[in-house]
């Protein structure tokens, strides 16, 4: 059993959690719901250990597995005991292949080399990724580094597993195989605590705790409008023919090294206007395309053209034209903190508001999905621009969703056009010109 007796955690001077307490028995899945920034993550790191050996906060109570108490195992021990997948993924990448990351803890972990073997096997097998073992885990997709932590939760077996946010980013084949798996785990006696905004969780769980000022994830049929701040330039942007080409991908050949093609050729028009929404399943090649489209990445073989220039590599220049938001959060801020990030932004784009967050909020002390809102608050005022965005409803709350979607709605009015990887919304006519699978 998983005992929490008298739980206090703040950050400074601000509670988080005072006297709380739990007890989650083997076999049982323990929800944790909640709005951005209510805590689901903190108390995660609070039971893995990650506070205050990582994250410095004030923290009291006792945290025991099995009458084992959690603070005298060091972090870097703690594997022996349970696994922690967190929202960031490439936090918990260290080695060159998905095998290496695999093996590494059960090697530590003492098992035999053929166990090993047959477990590496088995867990890539479970969660497809057997293709992937060679491939360095950061050249996978948002949606195959989420399914490869699973991997390595299901290869350690361990009795206690915290994951945060696992359906993240997931396509719905994807998601099925993860919740297979979580059922499988309280069938098998582990003990689960999952912090997630997808309610289809909802349906294994035994327990649930809504921290915080709790948001349901359906969105309401009716809604407010959402106030936003616009950029007056959008306004002076007229509606672009459909002969107003804006990408052009002729014949494009695509492959990370040892790995199969991604892209042969492939071919793709782009017009100023379009909204367009980009899916397909994990590792199809979504964010991969955003990134060979403004030359983050460069093709074998074929060509790129943006706004009439062949793509060679990127240029800062490109962002007269475009604006990408990668699917790791943290590749989209700059600085410390939210009010750094966005002093940063005044740089590049004058006439920002000065005081746009009315207090400090540093990364390090934010939810996955406050960093993304956090990113995400400069849209508003790049309307003129054609968008990529890549997963922009990852780590969102209800509230969080329903402003992007009106966002979203504001930015076709904009007739810049835009781009848009997304497992979790689904063709809305009014919203996407069309839809492109991969």
């Not at 998601?175 to 309280?186: A, F, G, Y």
């Not at 921290?211 to 672009?240: A, C, F, Q, R, W």
């Not at 540093?362 to 890549?390: N, R, T, V």
Request: glycine letters at 6%.
């Amino acid at each position: 059993m998983l005992k929490i007796n008298n739980l206090n955690l703040s950050f400074g001077t601000e509670p988080l959690f005072k006297q709380l307490n739990l007890s989650i028995f083997p076999g049982q899945l323990f929800l944790l719901k909640g709005a951005n920034g209510s805590g689901k993550t903190t108390l995660l790191n609070a039971i893995s250990g990650v506070i205050p050996e990582h994250l410095e906060a004030i923290i009291s109570g006792d945290i025991c597995l099995s009458n084992q108490d959690l603070s005298l195992i060091p972090l870097r021990e703690k594997f022996h005991t349970l696994w922690y997948a967190q929202s960031d993924c490439d936090k918990q990448f260290f080695f060159p292949t998905c095998e290496a990351e695999l093996a590494f803890a059960l090697e530590n972990k003492g098992i035999t080399a053929p166990e090993i073997i047959n477990r590496i096997t088995q867990s890539a097998k479970r969660f497809g990724l057997e293709s992937c073992l060679q491939q360095s885990p950061f050249t996978l997709s948002g949606g195959q580094k989420k399914l490869l932590l699973c991997a390595i939760g299901a290869a350690l077996d361990s009795p206690l597993l915290l994951l945060d946010e696992p359906l993240a980013g997931l396509s719905e084949s994807s998601v099925q195989i993860v919740l297979n798996w979580l059922k499988e785990q309280k069938e098998q006696g582990k003990i689960l605590i999952v912090a997630e905004h997808n309610p289809v969780v909802k349906a294994l769980a035994d327990m649930e705790l809504h921290l915080g000022s709790y948001m349901p994830d359906e969105l309401p049929t009716e809604t407010k409008p959402v106030t936003l701040h616009i950029s007056s330039k959008s306004d002076n942007i007229s509606e672009p023919s459909n002969e107003d080409i804006f990408f052009i991908v002729n014949d494009l050949h695509f492959a990370y090294p040892t790995q199969n093609k991604l892209f042969s050729d492939f071919n793709l028009k782009l017009s100023k206007g379009e909204c367009v929404l980009l899916q397909g399943e994990n590792g199809s090649g979504k964010s991969t395309l955003l990134k060979l489209l403004l030359g983050l990445l460069q093709p074998e073989s074929g060509s790129i053209v943006l706004a009439g220039q062949v793509v060679k590599s990127f240029i800062p220049s490109m962002f007269r034209h475009v604006f990408y938001q990668s699917q790791a959060t943290r590749e989209n801020l700059l600085g410390i903190s939210a009010t750094q990030n966005w002093q940063f932004w005044r740089i590049a784009q004058p006439g920002l508001p000065q005081d746009f967050y009315q207090q400090e909020a540093f990364f390090s002390e934010s939810s996955a999905g406050q960093l993304q809102c956090y990113a995400q608050d400069i849209l508003p005022w790049l309307m003129d621009k054609f968008w990529l965005l890549d997963e922009p409803f990852n780590h969102l709350d209800a509230a969080a969703r329903k402003n992007l979607v009106h966002l979203l709605h504001e930015k076709r009015k904009s007739g810049s056009g835009m781009l848009v990887v997304a497992h979790e919304i689904l063709y809305d006519a009014k919203l996407f010109d069309r839809v492109i699978a991969l």
